[in-house]
């Protein structure tokens, strides 16, 4: 039988609440301090985490539409719509773009609309997932250190335990960022969505 997101969502419960010496939830709906606990911070989490960093597994890349009326940020030109699925812009780039190229395009964000003087820009960014069995195995890891720190002293009322946990993601986390950092994209390609050279 194939594994589904709530599957692996369960997984990551179960993580959080181990490192906190708690015992496993039997299911997702199960009626457990601990689990409540955890259904009502995950979907925060996980956008806060996916957000803090350019995980390779939830980056993209999409061509800008431009927005109307007239943009409103004096310094830049040109106004786009932000893709509906962006959770944090990363860069500005055209068709062609390299990714080894390391000069940045300048842009700004306000609201749901991004400015810049790109024209036909498009835009590097991660995006927001839902489905858990998209996610890294090392961001699993991260997320359910990240929930259990939330949940530590509401359910065992022991700072020391926060802090043991605390210390312990503090320990993986830079190794795990370092991890995905190092793997490449294709060359000129973020996904396959640009593609071609600039003019």
Same mark, same amino acid.
């Given at each position: 039988?194939?594994?589904?997101?709530?599957?692996?969502?369960?997984?990551?419960?179960?993580?959080?609440?181990?490192?906190?010496?708690?015992? /496993?939830?039997?299911?997702?709906?199960? =009626?457990?301090?601990?689990?409540?606990?955890?259904?009502?911070?995950?979907?925060?989490?996980?956008?806060?985490?996916?957000? *803090?960093?350019?995980?390779?597994?939830?980056?993209?890349?999409?061509?800008?539409? !431009?927005?109307?009326?007239? /943009?409103?940020?004096?310094?830049?030109?040109?106004?786009?719509?932000?893709?509906?699925?962006?959770?944090?812009?990363?860069?500005?780039?055209?068709?062609?773009?390299? /990714?080894?190229?390391?000069?940045?395009?300048?842009?700004?964000?306000?609201?749901?609309?991004?400015?810049?003087?790109?024209?036909?820009? +498009?835009?590097?960014?991660?995006?927001?997932?839902?489905?858990?069995?998209?996610?890294?195995?090392?961001?699993?890891?991260? !997320?359910?250190? +990240?929930?259990?720190?939330?949940?530590? !002293?509401?359910?065992?009322?022991? /700072?020391? =335990?926060?802090?043991?946990?605390?210390?312990?993601?503090?320990?993986?986390?830079?190794?795990?960022?370092? $991890?995905?950092?190092?793997?490449?994209?294709?060359?000129?390609?973020?996904? *396959?969505?640009?593609?071609?050279?600039? $003019?």
């Amino acid at each position: 039988m194939p594994v589904t997101s709530d599957d692996v969502k369960l997984e990551i419960f179960n993580n959080a609440l181990l490192f906190i010496g708690e015992r /496993p939830a039997a299911s997702l709906v199960e =009626v457990t301090k601990g689990r409540v606990l955890l259904s009502s911070i995950y979907d925060r989490t996980v956008k806060v985490l996916l957000s *803090g960093f350019p995980w390779k597994f939830a980056t993209t890349a999409a061509a800008l539409v !431009l927005t109307d009326p007239a /943009p409103t940020a004096y310094r830049f030109a040109l106004s786009y719509d932000l893709p509906s699925d962006c959770l944090r812009a990363r860069r500005i780039v055209f068709e062609g773009w390299d /990714p080894q190229d390391d000069d940045q395009i300048e842009f700004e964000v306000e609201g749901r609309t991004i400015h810049t003087n790109e024209a036909d820009a +498009h835009l590097v960014y991660t995006k927001s997932i839902t489905d858990a069995t998209l996610f890294d195995p090392l961001f699993c890891d991260l !997320l359910s250190k +990240h929930l259990a720190v939330q949940i530590s !002293l509401p359910i065992t009322g022991k /700072p020391e =335990v926060q802090n043991n946990v605390f210390r312990l993601l503090q320990l993986t986390a830079p190794s795990a960022e370092a $991890a995905t950092a190092n793997e490449q994209k294709k060359k000129g390609q973020i996904d *396959g969505s640009i593609k071609g050279s600039r $003019a």
